[in-house]
């Protein structure tokens, strides 16, 4: 699964600190959420969309024949 944490982040002049802290993870969770390294709960999906006021799949991209034969 994709994402688009960075550009959303960018779009809205945080720095991955900033953003950590709105939405109580470190730093380092940030790094690996937007390098694709660590795929975020979905509480925390849900958390980070409400903060952009977008829908969890205008950031979290599925991708894939394995993603799209999931019920």
Known sequence: MKNKLKVFRAMHNLTQEQLA??????????????SDKYLPSLGLAFKIARLFKVRVEDIFIREG??????N
């Open 21 to 34: 802290d709105k939405i109580g993870v470190s730093r380092q969770t940030v790094i690996a959420i937007e």
């Open 65 to 70: 024949k394995e993603d799209d034969n999931e």
